[in-house]
């Protein structure tokens, strides 16, 4: 069954420091989503993107962040410096057209120290 | 706006009796409504969705949910349960007024299924 990988799936970083979280969807998914789960609580939408560019973002989703498509295959999610209360588990997802549900990936779980 | 509420923070049960989790809903338009999983560090798992047609949605794992228009919601259940369905369970809505229809999650219940 197809699914969605994502690399790390632990990362530690310093305040400050950029990280690049990685995500391979599944190979024939048009929309991509990057949500984010503090722990304990819930489930909050980050940015979308389809057509090679953010179809939507979050408030949660400023300056600091970006997302890219180098590839055609990879999805990133870059925050520049990060931030003790960016420490959280990321999850990517995709979607197929019309009402076919998102995937989601088994997140990596962010670390800022 | 689109939002749903899962009003339980937590749901004990004994295996083999029935479990509801429950979830309401509101929406502007028709509600597009799916139910995911997750499983201690692991992602988000779907479960089943409710589009259109049909109340009773049967999904993965033996669950179900039931979609009532009047009470606007959308619980999910199962007839007997397992220790291993003991997880985080979230209920989400399609945010159909953005281009991409992200979801908009609920709180989140975690079941505990006690042997």
């Known amino acids: 069954e197809p699914e969605v990988t994502q690399t790390p799936s632990h990362q530690v970083t310093q305040m400050g420091q950029e990280v690049i979280l990685r995500c391979v969807p599944i190979?024939?998914?048009?929309?991509f989503y990057w949500y984010r789960q503090i722990l304990g609580q819930k489930v909050e939408f980050l940015v979308s993107?389809?057509?090679?560019?953010?179809?939507?973002k979050s408030e949660i989703f400023d300056d600091q962040f970006s997302v890219e498509r180098p590839d055609g295959s990879n999805f990133t999610l870059k925050i520049r410096s990060t931030k003790l209360e960016d420490s959280a588990m990321y999850f990517c997802?995709?979607?197929?057209?019309?009402?076919?549900?998102?995937?989601f990936g088994q997140g990596t779980r962010l670390t800022v120290v | 706006a689109q939002s749903v509420a899962q009003p339980e923070d937590q749901v004990n049960v004994a295996e083999g009796n029935p479990l509801t989790v429950k979830c309401t809903y509101s929406?502007?338009?028709?509600?597009?409504l799916f139910w995911y999983v997750q499983y201690p560090n692991r992602g988000l798992q779907f479960l089943l969705k409710?589009?259109?047609?049909?109340?009773l949605v049967k999904g993965s794992y033996g669950f179900e949910a039931e979609f009532n228009k009047s009470q606007t919601s959308f619980h999910l259940k199962k007839p007997s349960a397992l220790v291993s369905d003991s997880a985080l369970y979230f209920c989400?809505?399609?945010?159909?007024?953005?281009?991409?229809?992200?979801?908009?999650f609920g709180t989140g219940t975690l079941l505990a299924v006690q042997p």
């Open positions: 997802a995709s979607r197929g057209q019309g009402f076919t549900e998102a995937f």
């Open positions: 190979s024939n998914h048009l929309y």
């Open positions: 993107f389809y057509n090679n560019e953010i179809s939507e």
């Open positions: 929406v502007s338009g028709n509600p597009y």
């Open positions: 409710y589009i259109t047609g049909d109340n």
């Open positions: 989400a809505v399609r945010d159909i007024r953005g281009a991409t229809n992200k979801l908009i």
